[in-house]
């Protein structure tokens, strides 16, 4: 055919079929482009004049989720492609920015870029071209795309320069002495159930606390259940692997002009029955979640395929069960009884692999008996309940009673130190800690829980003020006790941290700069419905938070 027009292509009747071919062309794809412009569905992300297409996400995506599951590590994949978007605004933003600050990356800067790294330089600090290559390869991505990262690193660089330059030193200082302060608290914790209560509630009192707090006599839904077992051992006889298997896949094999059949037979032999095994188990599976689906009795089913069946009864949500402690004695429990409570009643779950106490893979789904609902129990079977949460209410209520007395003495100028030891309380001094939290000592962890909840508030009090707040069911009471001024610190710390802060002020202004442009020199716009129409729907805050 091709020759055909070649010979005749200047015919007319060849021009006409090439026009026709050429106009058929335009109709079916030109049109379809055309029409998904004008319905806006030719980009996910808009930088500028700039556009980010579907195709382009889905494969960037793509890319990253294949090289994070050949390293075994777990993907969120909303998050991944909020991330991706963060990432192609940002180079793009940047890109247009050094293209209007006329920056242009040589092949001699890219050169000198790329053989500086040290992880590409031998033990005798010589470029290696293989290290790269290696790098690469690990990293599943192409050449082409790594020296184009690399040249956005580097405008990156080229455009953040200006900002080392501006004079911080003011800022420095003041920051140096703020965040360089250390302070520790004197302290009492205060546990309600200490407190004794004398006080004997009448009937009428406790039904009130009772109706009052339905949540604290809820009982929690209870599920009975069986699980299915079928274990790959149990397959084992049916697999047959034969000599000719084994010479076919040595045949195919990409090491074969590297090994010889006899060198390689064993490994192509297990690797070929655990192939079958795998075949079979998806089969046997298969043939069984059928039977159930068709209303087969599930002790009947179990018995059909030889599986192994374990019986729960009237879980609840706690993961406890009135007639067993040991709810589930199987080594993936966890993952039994997440699914437990996610299968409607007289439902079967779909089959999912497991590894048993001996380390043997096995295939396991479930069958939901029955599912008693989540309610509130009578007062009658309640009233012991009822008196507990009485009696802990007033000690947690005479708990905050206390602190708050310590608080209103504190201000009129006792000292902690004084009331606690009045009341017969004990109170201790902690550590020293700076305005972010961190310990002076942080092999000594005492206290370590309360002041990462305290902190923030240190810093705000003056010397000897105090406060207090409830963590972790106790009511803490805290007072200034010792201020540290920077000048007391070793000059080394004082050089590291304004190290430290001038590269955080830097890369703040260099932020707040591709920020500015985003919103005011290279539009970004997101197209939210084409993402929900893709299934990459995305958070909005997360992106509001990220421009």
């Not at 482009?33 to 556009?51: E, F, N």
């Not at 777990?74 to 940047?94: S, Y």
């Not at 420095?172 to 200490?194: C, D, G, I, K, W």
Request: charged content about 30%; aromatic content about 10%; hydrophobic content about 35%.
């Amino acid at each position: 055919m091709l020759e055909f027009i070649r010979r005749h292509s200047q015919s007319l009747v060849v021009k006409i079929f090439l026009s026709f071919l050429a106009f058929s062309f335009v109709l079916f794809f030109g049109i379809s482009t055309i029409i998904q412009k004008l319905a806006g569905k030719d980009y996910v992300v808009k930088i500028g004049k700039v556009k980010i297409s579907p195709y382009d996400l889905k494969s960037e995506k793509a890319r990253r989720i294949g090289m994070l599951r050949s390293r075994m590590i777990d993907i969120d994949e909303k998050d991944m492609t909020a991330n991706i978007l963060h990432q192609l605004i940002w180079e793009n933003i940047v890109d247009q920015a050094a293209l209007e600050y006329g920056i242009i990356i040589s092949d001699e800067t890219m050169k000198r870029y790329i053989s500086g790294m040290s992880m590409f330089r031998d033990k005798d600090g010589r470029f290696n071209a293989n290290l790269l290559r290696g790098f690469l390869q690990q990293i599943q991505m192409p050449e082409a795309m790594f020296l184009e990262s690399s040249k956005k690193d580097i405008k990156n660089a080229l455009i953040k320069t200006p900002f080392v330059y501006i004079s911080v030193t003011p800022e420095l200082e003041y920051f140096t002495q703020a965040n360089l302060e250390r302070r520790n608290v004197t302290l009492v914790e205060l546990r309600p159930n200490s407190f004794k209560i004398t006080e004997k509630p009448t009937q009428e009192m406790l039904e009130e606390f009772f109706n009052s707090n339905p949540d604290l006599f809820t009982v929690d839904e209870t599920r009975s259940f069986r699980v299915l077992e079928l274990t790959e051992s149990s397959l084992e006889g049916n697999i047959q692997v034969t000599e000719d298997d084994i010479r076919d896949a040595y045949d195919h094999s990409p090491e074969k002009d590297n090994s010889s059949y006899e060198n390689m037979k064993k490994e192509l032999e297990a690797d070929l029955r655990q192939e079958k095994l795998q075949s079979e188990a998806n089969e046997i599976t298969r043939q069984i979640e059928d039977a159930l689906m068709a209303g087969d009795d599930v002790n009947e089913v179990a018995k059909k395929f030889n599986l192994n069946i374990t019986v729960v009864e009237d879980v609840n949500t706690n993961n406890k069960s009135e007639k067993s402690d040991d709810v589930v004695k199987l080594p993936y429990k966890n993952d039994v009884l997440s699914i437990a409570f996610s299968v409607d009643e007289g439902a079967d779950s779909s089959f999912s692999e497991a590894i048993d106490a001996k380390g043997n893979r096995l295939y396991w789904l479930l069958h939901v008996d029955s599912i008693t609902p989540k309610h509130v129990a009578a007062f009658e079977k309640s009233s012991d309940k009822a008196l507990d949460g009485w009696i802990a209410k007033q000690q947690r209520e005479r708990a905050e009673k206390m602190a708050a007395d310590f608080f209103e003495k504190i201000k009129t100028g006792d000292s902690l130190n004084k009331l606690a030891a009045k009341s017969g309380c004990t109170s201790n001094v902690t550590q020293q800690f700076d305005r972010f939290g961190k310990l002076s000592d942080e092999k000594n962890t005492k206290f370590k829980d309360i002041i990462s909840e305290i902190y923030e508030d240190v810093f705000i009090l003056g010397k000897a003020e105090a406060n207090y707040k409830e963590i972790n069911g106790k009511f803490v009471v805290y007072q200034v006790n010792g201020i540290v001024s920077p000048k007391e610190i070793d000059k080394k710390d004082e050089a590291k941290y304004q190290k430290d802060l001038r590269t955080e002020i830097i890369d703040d202004m260099y932020q707040q700069l591709v920020g500015y442009l985003s919103k005011k020199k290279y539009e970004v716009k997101i197209n939210h419905d084409l993402l929900k129409e893709i299934n990459e729907e995305v958070d909005q805050n997360t992106l509001n938070e990220i421009f």
